[in-house]
């Protein structure tokens, strides 16, 4: 029998000496993030009033519940998959990549829609690190290394899911910013904030959601460039449902009203999410 030789999965190694010491830069400027991120989420949690004290009940609730993800979900899982990464585990750094999307995006909102307080620095800081490694780590990797990784991943599932997951959230934020306007008031997502708009609504229309579309559209296309950017597309989606799953416990135990509408519709786009996100990374 001849002997048989076997060469590393492309998830074992970097794919480049160059390119591991370049991303682990980013790796651990990701973990100091994430630790200013989780301090910052405890503070927040063990002192409400005196960081969130300004703002309205309905931002206070999902302030907190924020804070819980962050601090038990988002920060520790950027230390975790920083380091596994580190290790050589291509599944990691691209699970990392959608752990910083949801960060940097949650702390845009933290920066410019919470009062400026005690904590606003680390926000900034966080916000600032948090992007900086995830613009760094994406340049890092290498599309055609993790197309081959990841070939055979259901590409229409996978497309079909962001594609019309994004649509349907344009839509619904649509549908309050287009009658508010029509009307001349401020949208309902807005005013329970107390903000002239709704920064959810900003980023998602402008920058988020359209980006998961085209994101979609390249994984459909079979592009190399989709694939590598599915995995942080669809962590991004996921984590995004945790906190809006997480406000209503929030608002009861506040002695509140909580919306539980929202957890059905919400729960099942998380759940399909984590599903199609393991078919995505899983191994064949």
Do not use: C
């Amino acid at each position: 029998m001849a002997a048989q030789t076997t060469s590393p999965a492309p998830s074992a190694h970097p794919p480049t000496p160059g390119g591991h010491r370049r991303a682990a830069t980013w790796w651990a400027v990701s973990a100091a993030g994430a630790a200013v991120a989780f301090v910052a989420s405890g503070i927040g949690l063990a002192a409400v009033d005196g960081i969130y004290g300004r703002e309205t009940t309905a931002f206070i609730d999902q302030a907190i519940a924020q804070d819980l993800v962050n601090l038990v979900i988002a920060a520790p899982a950027t230390l975790l998959l920083a380091w596994l990464a580190w290790r050589g585990s291509m599944r990691a750094g691209l699970l990392w990549t959608g752990v910083l999307t949801f960060t940097a995006y949650n702390y845009a909102i933290y920066t410019m829609s919470i009062h400026v307080g005690p904590r606003f620095l680390a926000w900034v800081a966080v916000l600032g690190l948090t992007f900086w490694s995830l613009v760094g780590g994406l340049r890092a990797l290498r599309p055609t290394a993790v197309a081959a990784e990841l070939a055979a991943a259901p590409r229409r599932v996978v497309g079909w899911y962001l594609v019309v997951v994004a649509a349907a959230f344009t839509l619904l934020w649509l549908s309050d910013v287009v009658p508010a306007m029509i009307e001349g008031r401020i949208p309902k997502g807005a005013l329970e904030l107390a903000l002239p708009s709704n920064p959810v609504h900003v980023l998602d229309l402008a920058i988020f959601l359209p980006a998961v579309i085209a994101i979609g559209r390249l994984v459909l296309l079979r592009r190399p460039t989709g694939l590598m950017l599915a995995p942080a597309a669809l962590v991004f989606l996921v984590m995004t449902g945790l906190p809006i799953l997480v406000t209503p416990f929030v608002t009861a135990a506040r002695g509140g009203e909580p919306a539980w509408a929202v957890m059905g519709p919400v729960g099942v786009i998380t759940a399909v999410g984590v599903g199609v996100l393991v078919a995505l990374l899983r191994r064949r």
